[in-house]
């Protein structure tokens, strides 16, 4: 390798050097994450299209000839434990979390591929119903399973199931979303209740039992960008709230962009069930994971316009303006609280709920 890796150089070494493993905490979506994103494999890979740090990369083809535009490419893989969860299973969730990537910067998703990593003893019979789910959930979403890989692992090596999904999209010459392009006064909204997803995982794995069924919220939400983009292509920042829930979206957003946020606590959607869960175990469902849910960062005159044609939608009956952003405090969130007071939302630190997605 020309550029060999020099561990005792790296930009900022602390981080991961008091890790000499990898531990859960580094897949959480979180702090942790976040330093070995930027302080590893940021450094090494380093490239524009890479920097970008967007749900996807957007790729720019113009230099390839006429007709030529942007494309987006996203990856990502499926490790959730159980496969099998209220509202979804491993099969519609890999789908949904690739094609929700290319939603966020705006793009048209149109071709997957899928990875699975199999372990010796699954039953035919469970990766049938996976396969079918996800070929289901490519249909609703509009997409095509174009190219796959199998691989199998020994028994014991594996855990039943791993997918690894990745995906294409086109987009609109005058469509511009990133995680930098959040304004001073730009309105934040969401489009439903938060910390659906992650509940109804840990429900079913550690065999709680809840008053009401915890159902994910697990859906591609390409078709509400869609509508919003029917209103308004003047949305800056799209950004699914999945690992480390809506709070580390916003940090990501915050610190992207270089602004404030500022958000009312009374005013985010969360779900009596998921409420009463999260308190009886301790976890803010600010920080809890969603499949199916997103912020919108729009300017706050046209935030109103936004709300109503998402609130047509299916999956955005329930979407508020929660906050807005604001010059002061750069790179930090902080939330209203019921009493009236400010607190700081930092990052997540560790792994709150492993093996979501």
């Known amino acids: 390798m020309a550029n060999k890796l020099n561990l005792e150089n790296w930009v900022c070494p602390l981080p991961l050097k008091n890790y000499p493993t990898v531990v859960m905490g580094h897949g959480s979506g979180g702090k942790m994450m976040n330093d070995l994103i930027q302080h590893l494999f940021l450094p090494a890979y380093n490239n524009k299209s890479l920097n970008q740090m967007g749900d996807s990369a957007v790729l720019n083809l113009s230099g390839l000839g006429e007709g030529a535009g942007r494309l987006a490419f996203s990856t990502d893989s499926f490790v959730v434990s159980p496969l099998f969860f209220p509202g979804g299973n491993i099969g519609e969730l890999a789908v949904h979390g690739t094609v929700n990537d290319l939603a966020m910067v705006g793009a048209k998703p149109l071709f997957l591929s899928v990875g699975y990593i199999l372990e010796e003893g699954l039953p035919m019979e469970t990766l049938g119903k996976i396969t079918e789910s996800l070929a289901n959930a490519c249909e609703l979403a509009g997409v095509q399973m174009v190219t796959g890989d199998t691989k199998v692992v020994h028994k014991g090596q594996g855990d039943g199931i ?29 489009n439903g209740t938060m910390g659906d997803h992650g509940m109804a995982v840990l429900s079913v794995r550690e065999g709680f039992e809840f008053e009401s069924v915890i159902e994910s919220d697990t859906a591609a939400l390409n078709g509400l960008v869609d ?7 003047d949305v800056h920042c799209l950004r699914d709230a999945t690992r480390g829930g809506m709070v ?21 959607p969360v779900n009596p069930a998921v409420h009463s869960a999260c308190e009886f175990l301790g976890l803010d ?21 936004v709300i109503e044609v998402m609130r047509q939608h299916p999956l955005g009956k329930n979407a508020v303006q929660i906050g807005r952003i604001v010059e ?28 979501i997605c």
Request: glycine fraction near 12%; hydrophobic fraction near 45%.
């Open 328 to 355: 002061d405090h750069p790179k930090m969130v902080l939330a209203k609280t019921g009493i009236g007071g400010m607190r700081i939302v930092d990052w997540p630190t560790g792994e709150l709920l492993p093996r």
């Open 227 to 233: 509508t919003i983009l029917e209103v308004t292509k």
């Open 162 to 190: 791993y997918i690894n999904t990745s995906g294409i999209g086109l987009i609109p010459g005058n469509i511009d979303i990133g995680p930098t392009l959040a304004k001073v006064g730009d309105a934040v909204i969401v």
């Open 285 to 305: 469902p600010f920080y809890v994971a969603n499949e199916g849910k997103m912020i919108v960062i729009v300017p706050e005159e046209q935030a109103g316009s």
């Open 248 to 268: 580390a979206a916003l940090n990501e957003i915050a610190n992207s962009s270089n602004i404030g946020i500022e958000f009312d606590e009374d005013l985010v």
